[in-house]
């Protein structure tokens, strides 16, 4: 039996479950079985600790660290401009949190802390602070945030109540504790201070659900129940300036308390979490068929982020995949599991199918925008 990392509630077996190997959100594997944990009490759903998790996080995830300017895609125009996501997170945190004039922010569980250096540039009178359990991304802060408000391993003592606001992008779906986690930016806030953090949002974007190291996929629910217990008071669940993602905004209030959870609220986001398990237990069957019409045959993965990389662990090794596509300028030369990453106006001639590993609620409208990809004769597998 389990228990629930919000509301500790007991969960007895898992919903979803597939064997080693695991795929990563830098898709990277370990070699552990995917389960999914679903509470009915509060409607969070989770997945087993990653095998010993702080050496995971201090030497083995590398967050953008591929390259200088590595950025992942947040939308396409329809003149083909990019926007990217670290951009995007810079001008939505700006909105949502209104700093006061010299703000004190800090930016905890970092990583190359991007976003807030984008905010920074955009509103030069914040004070800027970091923090991340890995050293290896100190260099990225060097020349823009002053030594003494760096920190590794552990926030210093005299940070405590110092805080006009702390933010945390896409951190609190990796943590063990996600509710110790809360309280401990609370702590760091002053009072009436604000915590915003973005989470992955598992109903907008399916594919989270079957990543091994994200361990909290969160609900409406769930994160009302986990912030109260963390002494926060919810103020903004956003989830549609960011799709696939909730962007979330608290208040540091009083002492940390219970709170109840609608059980219509909880029980809708408990048969929600369900329904994408059995998503991705269909989807590991079309590739079955997929492999069979095309075993030892040439094929190309459309998207080289999780779903493509999902796909490519299940199929790479029946099929002969000779290319992956990509619209990211930033991937533009690079190799993926040792395939090339290539635009997909450059889909190779000789390739009998296109499997797509997107996001499914978006796959089929980004891929009937792109003509080079309705060349005759090539086979579309979708998840």
């Known amino acids: 039996m389990t228990a629930c990392r919000v509301c500790n509630e007991h969960i007895a077996a898992p919903t979803y479950e597939v064997p080693a190997p695991s795929l990563t959100s830098i898709m990277t594997l370990l070699d552990v079985p995917t389960r999914v944990f679903v509470c009915g009490a509060c409607g969070h759903a989770q997945s087993d600790d990653v095998p010993d998790v702080q050496a995971f996080y201090d030497t083995g995830y590398r967050i953008s660290l591929s390259s200088e300017n590595h950025?992942?895609?947040?939308?396409?125009?329809?003149d083909g401009a990019i926007t990217y996501r670290t951009d995007h997170q810079a001008a939505l945190a700006l909105q949502l949190l209104d700093l006061p004039e010299g703000?004190?922010?800090l930016d905890y569980g970092a990583a190359k802390a991007d976003t807030l250096r984008k905010m920074t540039v955009a509103r030069s009178d914040l004070r800027p602070h970091v923090f991340d359990v890995s050293s290896d991304y100190a260099p990225a802060w060097q020349g823009w945030v002053p030594e003494q408000a760096q920190a590794v391993y552990s926030a210093p003592a005299t940070w405590r109540g110092t805080f006009d606001a702390v933010m945390s992008h896409f951190v609190i779906e990796h943590v063990e504790d996600p509710v110790g986690f809360m309280r401990a930016v609370r702590e760091l806030l002053r009072p009436d201070g604000t915590f915003l953090f973005s989470i992955p949002d598992v109903a907008g974007n399916p594919g989270d659900m079957a990543v091994v190291d994200h361990l909290n996929h969160f609900s409406d629910a769930s994160i009302a129940h986990a912030l109260a217990s963390a002494g926060l008071q919810l103020q903004v669940i956003d989830k549609t300036s960011f799709p696939g993602a909730f962007f979330v905004v608290a208040k540091r209030v009083g002492e940390p308390a219970k709170t109840a959870v609608s059980s219509k609220s909880a029980s809708d986001a408990a048969t929600e979490a369900r329904d994408i398990c059995a998503?991705?237990?269909?989807?590991?069957?079309t590739l079955e068929g997929g492999v069979e019409r095309y075993s030892k045959r040439k094929v190309a993965i459309y998207g080289a982020g999780f779903?493509?990389?999902w796909i490519y662990c299940r199929i790479g090794q029946a099929v002969d995949v000779v290319a992956f596509l990509d619209r990211n300028e930033n991937m533009k030369g690079a190799m993926h599991f040792g395939i090339p990453v290539l635009p997909p106006e450059e889909l190779p001639e000789d390739a009998e199918a296109l499997f797509i590993g997107l996001n499914p609620l978006k796959a089929r409208a980004a891929i009937a925008a792109q003509p080079w990809l309705q060349r005759a004769g090539l086979d579309h597998v979708w998840l």
């Open 71 to 78: 950025d992942q895609i947040f939308s396409v125009a329809a």
């Open 103 to 105: 703000a004190s922010i």
């Open 279 to 285: 998503f991705w237990e269909r989807a590991s069957a």
């Open 307 to 309: 779903y493509g990389s």
